[in-house]
């Protein structure tokens, strides 16, 4: 894998030269790079302008002052988007993921390859693998990771003790932790007349996607030209989550307000499927014993998500130079684990002291089983053959929905949804590749 991406450096390395890519920056005539993040809270926010704060003096010898230019998460694409068609995005953004391709396929993103390329301080093998395999797609460095994320499950440890259970965690260090265990566990949890759930999720494509990989299915086929919705394994996975609302009832139906994040804090859920970035909430807010364990193995063996996303650089920028030089400090090991303490996301980057700064950032005390997650997750994969949007957003979600509300059987969606979803997917074509070489 690493070979694969050094090889990137070793083919454009003498791009670099060729376009004279160098600084224009002084002391005393700075290069303003403006640069954003999407954010859940205040205290978040603060944690990225203390960054932004320290490496703007940081490189103020370089004649580098950073703007940090926050934003909500509650429409942070819609308003990016905007600013990319207008030409005002900031010189650095960050995109999650499965935005990639589509910020890539309208041209949005500079590709920093040959800068990469020459600059002989950057080492790939810094930052754990699979974001970077997406961000090198088509030849190309579409930016770098800042953040990865692993799902596992929260759980309500007083519940589990009070129904005389063993914990996730200790059922996952015995080898039993599996989907029997996890249901038997979500069953003897609910209790109708005390208002509890055993068990509680997101109404969201990871969530959905957890059961549909972990009983051995797919989205789509390898290379996501067509969709593998139709499989008998998805259809289990999916007929599996069903199960939980509408046929065991161990779980409030997706969207409903008696099965958010807040009902967990309150009490009123024994597990709940989540990432790290609900950890913040749970820290301040419960009031009794909790912990995380890794996602229970499903038939199709043991799976989780890995989500991440990335510090972009703007194709319209007109200081690519100072932006990497700007990227490389954000990512930088010092900085990732400041964000790591808060618990919200895990580094990009390897380093240990990066690592060690999350997982000793407790509660919770197990936070081991976020990085333990890594080696066996499957990644969060821009789809380079269409619109994830349009595709999650506008077909698969909905369509879902209609299970998950009684209005039509798994295998009625089965028979359908590949028929809705595969004319909104295109053959595998060096789209990006084309891109990068403009």
Known sequence: MYRKLLNLGIVTLTLASTFGLTSTASAADPVVIRWRTRTDNADEQAVYQKISDSVS???????????????????YFDNLQTQVASGTAPDIFWVAGANTADFVNKGALYNLAPIAAADKTFDV???????????????????????????????????????????????????????????????????????????????????????????GGSWFNKDSTACALNSDAAAKGIQFENDLYNTYK???????????????????????????????????????????????TGPGGKFTWLFWGAYDVSAKTAHPNEAWTVLKALTAPENQALIAQA???????????????????????????????????????????????????????????????????????????????DPLLKPAVATAAATAAK
């Open 57 to 75: 003096a940081q490189l103020a010898s370089q004649g580098i002052t950073l703007k940090y230019e926050p934003q909500p998460t509650q429409g």
């Open 125 to 215: 093998k810094a930052f754990y693998p699979p974001p970077l395999v997406e961000l090198t797609h088509g030849g190309a460095l579409w930016g770098l990771p800042r953040d990865i994320s692993t799902l596992v499950m929260y759980y309500n440890a007083d519940m589990f003790t009070e129904a005389g259970l063993q914990t996730p965690a200790e059922l996952a260090k015995a080898g039993k932790w599996d989907w029997a265990a996890f249901l038997n566990a979500a069953k003897k949890l609910t209790d109708p007349t005390a208002g509890t759930f055993g068990y509680s999720d997101g109404n969201w494509w990871g969530l959905t996607g957890y059961y549909i990989f972990g009983a």
């Open 250 to 296: 161990v779980a409030p139906l997706p969207g409903a307000q008696t099965g958010t994040e807040a009902a967990f804090d309150q009490g009123k859920i024994g597990m709940f499927a989540n990432g790290p970035w609900f950890t913040p909430s749970v820290r301040q807010q419960a009031k009794f014993k909790w912990d995380v364990a890794e996602m229970p």
């Open 343 to 421: 618990g919200t996301t895990l580094p990009s980057r390897n380093a240990q002291s990066a690592v060690d700064a999350f997982t000793k950032s407790t509660p919770p005390s197990n936070a081991q089983a976020f990085i333990d997650g890594i080696a066996y997750a499957g990644h969060e994969a821009p789809l380079w053959t269409g619109n994830f949007g349009d595709v999650d957003n506008n077909v698969i979600e909905p369509e879902l929905s209609n299970v998950f509300q009684g209005k039509e059987t798994v295998a009625q969606f089965s028979a359908t949804i590949c028929q809705k979803v």
